[in-house]
């Protein structure tokens, strides 16, 4: 019986095709989708946040002790790139590429909070993503550092 033979190696293939989309689709989406959107952007030179990340809230008040930890979490961590006062000049700028943001432009400034921490959290080369090296609260605290880059 040839023909019965190509009948169940057809479904056995089809049920091969099948378990292999399941198994991909079982991955969280959100994360495959960030990573997606990550990818894409390396190397290009227009970075957007995406529309979801607009609504997240900060969760911290903008005061003292907030901007205060900011400030040292960004001396420590992100000046060395974007410059003690943010605006892009630190040591290691002359040698990387894309360079650097200028955290007080007004094209930086005019995001959103959530945009701002999705960024820091996300990363795009040759910024490293901040997700797992510093919390949530110490991202929110940086994005509040960042307003009040260009109040002083
Ligand atoms: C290795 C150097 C480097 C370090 C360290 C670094 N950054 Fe960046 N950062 C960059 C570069 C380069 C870009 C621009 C990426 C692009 O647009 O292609 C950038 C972009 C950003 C942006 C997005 C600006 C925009 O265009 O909207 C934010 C916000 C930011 N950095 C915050 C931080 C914070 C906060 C830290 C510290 C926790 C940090 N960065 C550490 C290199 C760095």
Same mark, same amino acid.
């Given at each position: 019986?040839?023909?019965? $033979? ?5 479904? $056995? ?38 529309? =979801? ?6 969760? +911290?008040?903008?005061? %003292? ?26 040591? %290691? ?9 200028? $955290? ?14 999705? @960024? ?12 797992? %090296?510093?919390?949530? @609260? ?6 509040? =550092?960042?307003?009040? +880059?260009?109040?002083?």
């Amino acid at each position: 019986m040839r023909s019965s $033979l190509i009948f169940k190696i057809v479904i $056995l293939a089809f049920v091969f095709i099948l378990s292999q989309s399941f198994l991909t689709t079982g991955k969280d989406s959100k994360n495959a989708k960030d990573e997606m959107i990550s990818y894409f952007q390396v190397g290009g030179t227009d970075w957007k946040a995406p529309t =979801y990340a607009d609504k997240l809230k900060n969760p +911290l008040a903008v005061d %003292a002790k907030a901007t205060k930890d900011g400030k040292n979490l960004f001396t420590t961590n992100c000046s060395s790139c974007h410059g003690d006062k943010g605006d892009g000049n630190g040591p %290691a700028s002359a040698t990387i590429n894309p360079k650097p943001k200028n $955290l007080t432009s007004k094209q930086v400034q005019e995001q959103s909070d959530g945009a701002l921490f999705w @960024k820091i959290t996300t990363g795009k080369q040759p910024m490293v993503s901040w997700q797992s %090296a510093l919390t949530e @609260k110490q991202r929110w605290s940086l994005v509040n =550092y960042i307003r009040q +880059l260009n109040k002083k």
